[in-house]
């Protein structure tokens, strides 16, 4: 069976790529390294010191691709400091032997906060709909190797409703408003690759139905009554993710591993 | 050495149109409307935003009004009006720019030095007659305050429904275009205030301006936003809409929508230097650049650091930098004066984005926000004058073959960035030695859908040498009321924790709680397939 890691490697690597070549975005090819390879050395160290295998370099790349996808930095330093919170909160904030947040989320969330150097830029995809098609198959491809779609669909059930209620009905907008932030790619790629992780999410599926509402409800709130331009559901799943230590101990199930998870 | 300066203009000037800013312009008869290029600079630090609208109103209409949706009551000290010279002098500071350079000859030494253009000076609107309206009120509409600053009425409505509001300006003798509805119902529903103003003719009279003034307003409000979809009510096909936006700490960014930067550093023909080419130039590029794009983006024109200890505020600078009591009138409230001349001290960030949207691309109001992005940005564009001759030494031989080359690339580059048809200009490198702009120039056949923006540029051309008398200097009384203005807007911008760091604490919070207490909690749910090993 084959490790769900290497196509989120091949699709993050190509949406970065698309975003680069085909976007134009503005890159520090230097920041991007430095990404990587701080993600990969912190990794190294920490892997070395608890006595785990390589393969869990396959993780670190994932979290960096994230990172050089989502997080745009002015000076290298906040670079290699993002790359050092992510990894190393997979270490430093864990229960039992499991990481509560996941490392892009939490290392956006603590350098946009601490420095005044990070931001996300949630225009940087556009609206165009073969990008929705895109990352949408992309994304189901990769959870269907992964096995968590259930919590992408709650999450769009309840963010894109939500949203779709208020500027459809409740505002009385034309359906292309809501269509247009239904295309944004930052959500999209936050739907598929960042709240679907499966490690920082509840174990039993009545759980991660519990989990994905909150995120889409609270990202929903976010959005409206503080105006949160960017990274509304980023901050959501920060907030909701301590919330797997109840919700893991209300609901007992078996967790997630990588390498004996059965591709569905 | 003289002084060359070049003209370089970054507006799309339309003589004889009204433009309409966010609001729309409703007119008595029955004319059509058409919104071309608006202006607007939008201060912004903390939940506190100064927006300064451009009047650019011209024409025959007798009557103007505009409805601009704002988020709040705007109280009579969070109105004002300003005078339109800064919107000159931040257009011409921040405009895409054409610099010249000199070759030297090899084999001679020359004196040279970098020259700077500077941007072309936009025409006056006309005069236009006010008539002042009787206010009336329609079922639902609610005025909800009544203001007189400078020479308009002003009075910030509140609606139940659009039909009210609707009727309330069909009373009073104003169409509204057909899709005007679509875009008042959301606004309404979302407790969106409209500011409606007009023109009072006895303040217009005795005010001895010529011209309308731009209008500066200010509110508190977490909304970061421009909407721009009412602006789209009467618009046939695309606007344009040229923002500037002053943030402390980087740039300014489009949330909704995509941003693109233009092509830039790009050295281009010796020709578009000459006849107001430039002008065209600029606009068959940033039109080709807007549709490669899809025409969903906005386009980035300029961001620089302009804190007042940055030592380079400009480079090159096209225009005199725009001095503390400028910035003063375009709102930007956190900086405060230098002792002497016209410096500042303080940080400050501008960014000019330029939008063209229309609406099928634009479904949404324009959302920002602003990142700390520190990034500089210029749209600036080279052309290179070859030294003159004799070329009577080894080096001078290889550099007139060099030049050929150069030449043609020159127009490939001119070809890519605008699209106009190359093959015209096969006469520029066709031969001869290099001779700057001088015997065998032929005026070069430009591209007919470039022809009236080039008309347009050349009317308004104005290639005299910049200096602060010719685009003018922000006169002594600054605008109605302007210190308390700015003084509400220092006293507004209290500091407060931070949604973000509020979250932040209650995700914490939620941690140490899940940590504490994950023990005595009760297992609600067990179980699940076995795992297949």
């Given at each position: 069976m084959a490790d769900g890691r290497h196509f989120q490697i091949l699709y993050l690597g190509s949406f970065l790529l698309f975003g680069v070549f085909n976007l134009g975005w503005e890159v520090e090819a230097l920041n991007f390294l430095l990404v990587v390879g701080s993600c990969l050395l912190v990794q190294l160290l920490f892997a070395w010191y608890h006595g785990l295998?390589?393969?869990?370099l396959k993780s670190a790349m994932i979290s960096s691709l994230g990172l050089c996808i989502l997080l745009k930095v002015n000076h290298p330093s906040t670079a290699v400091l993002a790359a050092a919170v992510a990894i190393g909160s997979k270490f430093l904030i864990q229960v039992e032997k499991k990481h509560v947040f996941n490392p892009v989320n939490i290392a956006i969330v603590l350098t946009t906060l601490f420095t005044q150097d990070a931001w996300v830029s949630?225009?940087?995809?556009?609206?165009?709909v073969a990008l929705l098609f895109f990352v949408g198959a992309a994304g189901l491809m990769v959870l269907l190797k992964v096995g968590r779609l259930d919590i992408s669909l709650w999450f769009i059930v309840t963010f894109f409703g939500l949203e779709m209620i208020r500027s459809?009905?409740?505002?009385?907008?034309?359906?292309d408003h809501f269509m247009h932030f239904m295309t944004n790619g930052t959500v999209l790629l936050f739907t598929f690759f960042m709240i679907t992780d499966p490690v920082t999410t509840p174990n039993h599926p009545m759980a991660r139905i519990l989990f994905s509402v909150a995120v889409g409800a609270l990202a929903f709130v976010f959005t409206?009554?503080?105006?949160?331009?960017?990274g509304a559901p980023i901050w959501a799943l920060f907030v909701v993710s301590p919330s797997t230590l109840f919700l893991d101990r209300l609901f007992a199930y078996k967790r997630f591993s990588w390498q004996t998870h059965p591709a569905r | 050495m003289k002084k060359i300066i070049i003209a370089a203009a970054a507006l799309v000037l339309s003589l004889g149109k009204l433009h309409a800013f966010c609001g729309f312009y409703v007119a008595k008869a029955d004319a059509k409307l058409f919104n071309k290029n608006s202006q607007v600079i939008i201060a912004r630090d903390g939940s506190h935003t100064v927006i300064t609208m451009s009047n650019d109103f011209q024409g025959d209409v007798k009557d103007f009004a505009i409805v601009v949706p704002v988020p709040v009551v705007l109280q009579s000290g969070d109105i004002r009006v300003v005078q339109q010279i800064i919107f000159d002098k931040i257009d011409a500071y921040t405009a895409p720019r054409l610099v010249e350079y000199y070759d030297e000859n090899p084999c001679r030494v020359y004196d040279r030095l970098m020259y700077a253009p500077t941007s072309v000076k936009s025409s006056r609107a006309d005069t236009e007659r006010m008539v002042m309206e009787d206010e009336a009120k329609a079922n639902?509409?609610?005025?909800e305050a009544t203001y007189t600053v400078g020479e308009y009425d002003i009075m910030i409505l509140s609606a139940k429904e659009s039909d009210g509001l609707k009727i309330w300006l069909t009373q009073n003798g104003y169409k509204l275009p057909e899709d005007a509805e679509e875009v008042l119902d959301p606004y309404i529903h979302d407790g969106t205030k409209f500011f409606v103003a007009k023109v009072n003719l006895e303040q217009y009279k005795a005010n001895g301006y010529s011209n309308l003034r731009p209008l500066q307003i200010q509110f508190d409000s977490p909304k970061f936003m421009l909407p721009i979809r009412l602006g789209?009510?009467?618009?046939?096909g695309t606007q344009d809409l040229t923002i500037y936006g002053f943030t402390r700490r980087g740039r300014m960014e489009v949330s909704n929508y995509r941003t693109t930067k233009l092509p830039t550093d790009r050295e281009i023909p010796e020709?578009?230097?000459?006849?107001?080419?430039f002008g065209s130039f600029y606009t068959s590029l940033f039109d080709k650049a807007w549709r490669s794009e899809g025409r969903n983006s906005v386009m980035l024109e300029y961001a620089w650091?302009?804190?007042?200890?940055?030592?380079?505020?400009?480079?090159?600078?096209?225009?005199p930098l725009v001095s503390f009591r400028e910035l003063r009138e375009a709102g930007v409230w956190w900086i405060e004066g230098n002792s002497w001349g016209d410096g500042y001290t303080g940080e400050l960030f501008v960014t000019r984005l330029h939008a063209r949207y229309s609406r099928d691309k634009f479904p949404q109001d324009l959302q920002f926000i602003a990142t700390p992005n520190r990034q500089q940005f210029q749209g600036r564009y080279v052309v290179r004058h070859p030294a003159s001759g004799p070329f009577d030494c080894e080096e001078g031989r290889q550099y007139q073959a060099d030049l050929k080359r150069r030449k043609r690339l020159e127009v490939e580059e001119l070809v890519a960035l605008?699209?106009?048809?190359?093959?015209?200009?096969?006469?520029?490198?066709?031969?001869?030695?290099?001779?700057?702009?001088?015997?065998?120039?032929v005026e070069p056949l430009v591209s007919p859908d470039s022809a009236q923006s080039m008309l347009a540029m050349t009317q308004s051309s104005d290639s005299g040498l910049p200096n602060d008398d010719s685009v003018g200097k922000v006169s002594g009384?600054?605008?109605?009321g302007s210190d308390a203005f700015i003084a509400r807007a220092q006293k507004s911008s209290t500091k407060s924790l931070g949604a973000r760091m509020v979250i932040f604490i209650s995700a914490l919070g939620l941690l140490l709680a899940g940590l504490l207490v994950r023990k005595r909690i009760p297992q609600i749910r067990a179980g699940g397939p076995a795992v297949r090993p």
């Open positions: 295998s390589l393969t869990t949630p225009g940087q995809w556009g609206s165009d459809l009905f409740y505002l009385g907008w034309p359906a409206h009554v503080l105006y949160m331009q960017s | 639902g509409v609610t005025i789209m009510a009467n618009a046939n020709f578009v230097q000459h006849q107001g080419l650091d302009i804190s007042g200890s940055q030592p380079v505020k400009c480079d090159p600078c096209p225009a605008t699209g106009w048809d190359g093959s015209k200009f096969g006469w520029y490198f066709g031969g001869g030695e290099g001779k700057s702009g001088g015997v065998g120039f009384t600054l605008g109605t």
